[in-house]
């Protein structure tokens, strides 16, 4: 059976009981969405309205699976019926900030998106086709050859790059589009009490409308009119409904109290309305019976295709922005006049010789600060790219290498450019290896600054930032090269350890240095006492370096490792933002968790199968993501079944092995004799009270220790008060669970500490199903014995005396019952002992992650949290 509406290939989004909390700086939660319920079906047209901050783009942000990591959600999302994300190239996400390279046209905009999204193996002409094909449906033709525009280039209006963002998206041809204020070209409030026109209203199907996180109407568009009328708010006549509909619910423009009971009166007449009833009855017919799930359809270009397609727009744009190193050349040119000719025709005596090593250092230390120039420019590029990532256009390392590829020609030029002005009129050494080496060398010292300025700009939120930060750590870099103090006279903790090492402006001024002086002679003497230079003296280029302390590298050994600190920086750069990804992803799927786990608790029993399987499901994902890496991790070292002796317990920590899997009677007995003993005395005393007073006293007394031995049947938990060590042994004990079914691959529910309560819950609906219904496999018997066994075990292990085994010993026999063979009574003895005897190693193999887990479940933490917990030990 499928729900109408819902086709082959199309999609239908549902989603039921949403709810969004984030916390604020102060620790409290604050909810952004309420409970809010819905649907998107094919072919329909849906408006999320409302004031501004009644959670619009949280809910886009929910439904689109791009909520911030900050942010948690519970409730059920659907597409199709199913609890999964569309598969690439099947859903677009227009934000509200319209990014977009400025040097490029209406159309190659549009085409780079094809390029970088659509089937390598589809034919250019074709994408052509596409990308004409939906300029054309979004009325773009006058405007294609048009500059999006820049500060330095006119572009086109606002409202053309809205049209354009939304041109990007679908040339994919998605199955669901997310306009995150496809309409509005204002802000806040009046942006949206002014949108959409009753025109664009008309064109809407259904009409989400929000307020405060509340869902005030969910319905045809059309309809809502009549539904805020039998709200007493009608339309007035020839008034835009829209404005009316945000008009009514808008703090900022009408008096507080009268907003407050047009919502209150508004959401109460939804909750209660058939329309809300025919929501949640169709988001559960929906889920019900789902259509057919997604698969992946033609994938994305491979890396190579998708990072030349970068590299070349990344060039395109760097040719074309003015600012981003036309500007820089020309500083580059002018400074380089002005030092060439301060230093004109430099000579050889020692007054020359110190010249050319303050050039060197001028060149070293100046012309490459000058590159942070850059760095606003690439910042640009970064929103572009965040941009694009998000909507899974290409990964990290394409971005990484094509911005590298694509500005080495520009640098090169600024290199080439630069070095001619102050080589050949400053008169630097004449031959043609030097000559190479000193472009060289500058043009790799340019790259390592843009590499430094590019790995800042990942944890920096604003572009001055990030300049003040690569300004300062080059001017300590400048200090510690050598020239202004001598390497070996620097202080050696700090500035000579290893900051000296670590300056890129040591190995270029001593590649400079060994460039210009190594291998010559005929330079003239450093000046004597008086001031004068000896006469008919000179020294050698050796004698000039030794003067300077310069380091004994060879001046390639210095290119050498300039070029591998520019890789270096790069490395942090992409490492940087994989970190940073692989952050929000896991903090997401632990949300995920979260509310799956809470899914699995409150799902009724013949649900329990499939919610297990998104528990799974996330788990793995988190695993694959890195964040698990003790999941399962003694799964693979469980050794095969054999006889395991009473010794052998000894050894791993079992103080009275023999007490293992038998029956405690201690909490009954001393329950018993606690009541009995108490109340007796009690009545021997009170019945010394004269008269009736001591016959009435002792009945009274017999009558209490009746009740509380009929409490005390029924709750056994009250007896564990009389046991001083009940909360360190509970806590030992379901710990003990907790972690090898973590290990063991199970995963756990929930958890009780609670007096009476104790217990572990295991998110595992088959095996669960097979006990009761089927047989278990000896592996699946081995798994679940070692976890039934854990917890006794381990008070084994730290009381001499084992009083919370009786339900866990349950527990196993009923596991052991499930075999297929049948185990006998000696098998089923030797499977206790080798459970016990391997729950034992596995709690004093990862003690530390026990011990973590411990202090965790003490102070009452969550599933999540203690997970976490396990990790970080």
């Known amino acids: 059976m499928q729900v109408d509406g819902v086709q082959e290939g199309t999609a239908t989004l549902s989603w039921s009981n949403l709810t969004v909390t984030v916390t604020d700086v102060k620790g409290n939660d604050r909810h952004i969405l309420k409970g809010v319920d819905g649907y998107v079906e094919p072919n329909h047209m849906m408006a999320i309205m409302g004031p501004s901050g009644c959670g619009k783009t949280t809910l886009l942000d929910t439904l689109a699976g791009r909520l911030a990591h900050t942010a948690r959600h519970t409730g059920d999302i659907r597409v199709n019926g199913h609890k999964s994300q569309l598969s690439y190239g099947r859903s677009a996400y227009v934000t509200q900030d319209d990014v977009l390279i400025g040097t490029l046209t209406v159309y190659e905009t549009i085409f780079y998106s094809a ?4 089937p390598q193996s589809m034919p250019g002409a074709e994408k052509e086709q596409i990308v004409r094909d939906v300029i054309a449906e979004l009325g773009l033709e006058s405007t294609s050859d048009t500059y999006i525009g820049t500060w330095h280039l006119r572009g086109v209006s606002g409202g053309q790059r809205r049209r354009v963002s939304i041109g990007c998206e679908l040339v994919t041809s998605p199955k669901l589009i ?9 802000d806040s409030a009046a942006a949206v009490i002014h949108q959409p026109s009753s025109e664009v209203f008309a064109l809407f199907d259904k009409l989400c409308l929000l307020s405060d996180g509340h869902v005030v109407y969910f319905g045809a568009a059309n309809r809502a009119i009549d539904f805020f009328a039998e709200a007493g708010l009608p339309v007035p006549s020839n008034r835009n409904p829209a404005d009316h509909f945000l008009h009514a619910i808008n703090r900022d423009f009408l008096e507080s109290d009268d907003v407050e009971k047009n919502i209150a009166a508004l959401v109460t007449q939804y909750k209660a309305s058939r329309i809300a009833a025919h929501v949640k009855d169709h988001v559960k017919e929906l889920e019900d019976n789902p259509a057919k799930e997604y698969t992946a ?23 074309r922005n003015v600012g981003v190193f036309w500007m820089r050349l020309a500083m580059y040119v002018m400074l380089c006049l002005g030092v060439a000719f301060v230093y004109f025709q430099l000579g050889d005596a020692w007054k020359d010789v110190y010249s050319r090593a303050a050039l060197l250092f001028f060149v070293v230390a100046f012309l490459t600060f000058m590159s942070i120039a850059a760095f606003p420019a690439f910042t640009e590029d970064m929103k572009v790219f965040i941009r694009e990532r998000l909507n899974g256009y290409y990964g990290v390392s394409q971005f990484t290498v094509s911005n590298t590829l694509a500005s080495l020609p520009f640098i090169f030029l600024i290199a080439v450019i630069s070095s001619v002005c102050v080589y050949f009129i400053a008169s630097l050494r004449m031959d043609g290896e030097s000559v190479v080496y000193f472009i060289l060398d500058l043009f790799i010292s340019l790259v390592v600054v843009e590499s430094l300025m590019m790995a800042i700009a990942p944890l920096v939120p604003h572009y001055l930032m990030g300049i003040a930060a690569g300004a300062g750590i080059m001017g300590l870099f400048m200090i510690v090269c050598g020239f202004f103090q001598p390497l070996d006279s620097m202080p050696g903790p700090v500035l000579r350890y290893p900051l000296s090492y670590l300056s890129y402006h040591t190995y270029a001024f001593t590649g400079f240095m060994e460039n210009e002086f190594k291998g010559t002679s005929g330079w003239g003497c ?12 000179s020294v050698d280029g050796a004698v000039v370096l030794n003067y300077y302390e310069i380091m004994n590298i060879d001046k390639w050994v210095c ?13 942090i750069f992409f490492l940087t933002l994989k970190w940073k990804e692989r952050a929000i992803t896991v903090d997401t799927l632990f949300s995920n968790l979260d509310i799956d786990l809470d899914n699995y608790r409150r799902a009724p029993a013949t649900l329990k199968q499939e919610v297990s399987g998104d528990v799974l499901a996330t788990v793995e994902k988190l695993a694959n993501a890195g964040a698990l890496k003790k999941w399962g991790a003694a799964l693979s070292d469980l050794p095969e079944r054999r006889s395991v002796m009473l010794g052998e317990l000894r050894l791993v920590g079992v103080k009275q092995p023999e007490k293992i899997a038998q029956l405690s009677v201690r909490n009954d007995a001393a329950f018993l004799f606690s009541v009995v003993g ?24 017999g009558g209490i220790s009746l009740v509380v031995l009929a409490i005390g049947s029924i709750n056994p938990g009250i007896l564990h008060v009389v046991f001083p060590d009940y909360k360190q042994r509970v806590v030992a004990h379901e710990a003990a669970h907790f972690l090898a079914g973590y290990l063991l691959r199970v995963p756990v529910a929930n958890y009780s500490l609670m007096l009476g309560k104790e217990h572990t819950d295991l998110v595992e609906a088959k095996l669960q199903k097979r006990l009761i219904e089927g047989s278990l496999e000896p592996a699946q018997v081995d798994q679940l014995s070692v976890i039934a ?13 084992v009083i919370g085994q009786n339900a866990d010993f349950f527990d196993l026999q009923r596991i052991m019952s499930r075999q297929q063979p049948k185990l006998n009574n000696t098998q089923q003895q030797n499977q206790t002992r080798w459970a016990s005897y391997q729950a034992a190693s596995l709690l004093r193999t990862y003690s530390k992650e ?3 887990l411990q202090e965790a479940m003490a102070r009452g933490a969550g599933v999540v949290d203690c997970i976490k917990a396990i990790e970080a030990a």
């Open 850 to 852: 026990y011990e973590a």
């Open 678 to 701: 108490t109340t007796s005395v009690a009545a021997v005393v009170l019945g010394q009270l004269p008269g009736d007073w001591g016959f009435f006293s002792s009945y009274l007394i």
């Open 115 to 118: 390029k970088l999204r659509l």
């Open 789 to 801: 066994m854990a917890g006794a075990t381990a008070e084994a292990m730290k009381f001499e005396e």
């Open 297 to 319: 359809g033609a994938g994305q270009p491979n890396w190579l295709y998708q990072t030349s397609v970068l590299t070349y727009r990344t060039f395109l744009n760097n040719l």
């Open 559 to 571: 290119l050498a490792i300039l070029i591998g600190m520019a890789a270096f920086y790069r490395t």
């Open 178 to 186: 997310f306009l995150d204020e496809p309409t509005s070209g204002l």
């Open 526 to 537: 450093a000046p004597a006492a008086d001031g004068v230079p000896p006469p008919d003296c």
